[in-house]
């Protein structure tokens, strides 16, 4: 529907000899969720690291709007409007709510921080994210994994970013903190955030995700309708049991507004003898735990 | 003592009314059994004159209600006054698996039990709904191919097995029917026509207050009503079925060339937001009820038709089409047309039915004994 806020066009980003991205595409549009999915060492937190400028591609373009930019730090992705939480979620733990949203960010009224102001806003965040958190003044560390998530997030939403990075936001989660994460996304995306998934759950990212981006090995092995694609579709790709799904042509002549092609992992099925019968499933299964 | 069951609670006025005894027998014996540990009661004011609250006591125990949609799970616990205390949401993934679905309804159904510091003992049923016909004897998915992944499986079973607690299972329309006859929109009516307009279409009927489940289970399965003889394959088998009229799918892929990529709550909000061609596609998948609806109130003559699941969240814009095209072509009666009003529990319907059957199939062991 709207054209993309970010494209990432042939990125590349090696560690000395291991290539941990090859030539990636990626478009994030504002009011979806695109999934990147992947094995470990596939360069799924590369490529959040180079989306949210924590780390400078070796080749390739970054567009904001259509325009070039350069994302050199994580302030200047920041200052483009792209804001990420990472696996962590770089919160202190001894600090309350209030201090870890704003955070060398806070709301001053001449020289001293404005506290109510800021306590407003924190209950603001947090209730467009309907979080659960009992109150915004009690320690970060005494809240749930869920909770602390929520915080994460609701301390990148300051300044309204339009790109929202979450790289692996349901690890080490219990299923209910799980849940309550996976509403918040849905929650983002309605707030009208283009909202980057990373993550290697399969199943959390079917729930929420629009489109999902395959990553294998440094390159892109598929770009799926989350609506439309199976699982065993997502595993094949994943584990390299399909490869070379096919790539998007040039973005702005092949996707413009036009319906999306529900079945685009079809003739990358056809090219591939065999990878549609029985043996190879189960196999694709064990490889992913 | 089934009659505060199942509403929750209510005044000892109202409870003379309910159950047709005199006010005095209701005194008695609502103090024979607040002594015994059963009831609970508190002073409240009901028309301003003052009353006695009737609720059942809490220490009775738990239960649960698991409702599974088409793209999201929702728990919900509640002690045996109907009290919800605690509820839960999960997004799931298209096509979802009974195995993995009600391996996350477990785990999620425990942790919840725990967050309130009770243990799964204190559980003791489990109402389940799930988006297609089941044989409520057997708790089995009654057809084939509706839910992709479920086929076949019986979910009380498999469900009993995983947490040992005894699970009633029921399809997701017929709990959300009778959650709104009991607590909701159709609060006091008998005979009424529940429709749930969510990325399928499914219906309950209620007759004489109860769920009517049919021989197999398949009763009021409007979203498989023909519409046109030579519409398009629904993924029941037949053709031209309502659902393949405004099943969400067939919504949003009617939408995909103008509007792109979207979800039923966008185009929902959209069509709020004042945007045409969503304000026609609700307004469409309304007539569209309206002439489905109508043929069963054609046979059954409800006294009401209560409309939920998502898309009734659209309000006036789904539901002014469905009432003119139901007056229409219902039977012209003297009582005029049939009503038509929006789901009072909206998302929670379904969740909320699933624990009215969990409530009303649990062995409360002081009910048993002092009723006997």
Redesign the interface.
């Known amino acids: 529907?709207?054209g993309s806020v970010l494209s990432l066009r042939g990125i590349s980003k090696s560690y000395g000899a291991v290539r941990a991205l090859v030539d990636v595409d990626l478009e994030i549009r504002p009011?979806?969720v695109v999934a990147v999915i992947g094995d470990n060492g596939a360069g799924k937190s590369t490529l959040a690291g180079v989306i949210s400028g924590a780390l400078v591609p070796d080749a390739g373009q970054v567009l904001l709007d259509g325009q070039p930019v350069s994302l050199s730090t994580p302030a200047a992705a920041r200052s483009h409007g792209i804001a990420a939480v990472f696996q962590d979620g770089a919160l202190c733990a001894n600090l309350d709510v209030v201090e870890n949203i704003f955070l060398g960010q806070e709301v001053t009224r001449a020289v001293l921080l404005d506290e109510v102001a800021m306590e407003k806003q924190a209950w603001t965040l947090l209730g467009q994210l309907a979080a659960r958190v009992p109150s915004v003044r009690i320690p970060v560390g005494a809240l749930s994994g869920g909770q602390r998530q929520a915080v994460a997030i609701a301390r990148s939403l300051l300044g309204e970013p339009r790109v929202l990075v979450l790289d692996e936001p349901t690890s080490a989660l219990?299923?209910?903190q799980?849940?309550?994460v996976?509403?918040l996304i849905?929650r983002l995306r309605?707030r009208g955030h283009g909202v980057v998934l990373i993550s290697h759950s399969?199943?959390d990212?079917?729930?929420?995700a629009?489109r999902i981006v395959v990553l294998r090995l440094g390159r892109v092995n598929g770009e799926f309708?989350?609506?439309?694609t199976?699982?065993e579709d997502l595993i094949a790709a994943v584990t390299g049991a399909t490869s070379g799904a096919p790539r998007r042509g040039a973005p702005d002549v092949a996707r413009g507004?036009?319906?999306?092609p529900a079945a685009r992992p079809g003739p990358a099925r056809a090219e591939v003898p065999g990878r549609a019968d029985g043996p190879r499933r189960p196999d694709a299964h064990e490889v992913i735990p | 003592m089934s009659a505060v069951q199942q509403r929750g609670s209510l005044t000892q006025v109202e409870l003379a009314g309910v159950t047709g005894l005199s006010p005095a027998t209701v005194s008695n014996i609502v103090k024979e059994l607040t002594v015994l540990g059963v009831l609970h009661t508190a002073p409240t004011s009901r028309s301003g004159r003052r009353a006695q609250q009737v609720t059942l006591a809490r220490n009775l125990g738990l239960v649960a209600g698991v409702h599974f949609g088409t793209?999201?799970m929702r728990v919900a616990l509640s002690d045996v006054a109907h009290r919800v205390i605690a509820e839960?949401?999960?997004?799931?993934?298209?096509?979802?698996r009974a195995d993995?679905g009600l391996d996350?309804a477990a785990?999620?159904l425990t942790?919840?039990v725990e967050?309130l510091d009770a243990s799964m003992g204190e559980v003791l049923a489990v109402g389940v709904g799930v988006p297609a016909p089941v044989d409520v004897r057997t708790g089995r998915i009654a057809t084939v191919g509706m839910l992709r992944g479920w086929d076949g499986v019986s979910v009380s079973e498999v469900l009993e097995r995983r947490i040992g607690i005894p699970v009633h299972v029921d399809n997701d329309a017929n709990l959300g029917a009778l959650a709104e006859v009991r607590l909701g929109a159709a609060r006091g009516a008998r005979h009424v026509l529940y429709l749930k307009v969510s990325h399928g279409v499914g219906g309950g009927l209620v007759l004489n207050g109860e769920v009517f489940h049919g021989r197999s289970g398949t009763a009021g399965e409007i979203g498989h009503v023909t519409l046109d003889d030579n519409g398009p394959i629904c993924r029941c088998g037949n053709r031209g079925c309502l659902e393949t009229f405004v099943g969400a799918?067939v919504l949003l892929a009617m939408l995909?060339?103008s509007?792109?990529?979207?979800?039923l709550?966008?185009v929902i909000?959209r069509a709020q937001d004042g945007d045409p061609g969503c304000r026609r596609v609700i307004s469409d998948a309304g007539l569209h009820l309206g002439a489905a609806a109508a043929n069963v109130c054609n046979v059954f003559d409800p006294e009401l038709v209560v409309v939920g699941g998502q898309l009734a969240e659209a309000g006036a814009i789904l539901l002014d089409p469905l009432r003119t095209v139901l007056a229409q072509r219902t039977v012209p009666s003297t009582a005029g047309p049939v009503d038509v009003v929006a789901s009072e529990l909206g998302a929670s319907a379904e969740v909320r039915g699933a624990l009215a059957v969990a409530l009303d199939r649990a062995a409360i062991a002081g009910s048993v004994a002092v009723v006997g």
């Open positions: 529907m709207n009011h979806e219990g299923i209910t799980t849940a309550e996976l509403s849905e309605e399969m199943a990212v079917q729930a929420v629009d309708d989350a609506a439309s199976s699982y507004d036009g319906p999306r | 793209r999201s839960q949401r999960m997004p799931l993934p298209p096509d979802h993995a996350r785990l999620l942790e919840m967050s799918p995909a060339a509007h792109g990529h979207l979800t709550r966008d909000t």
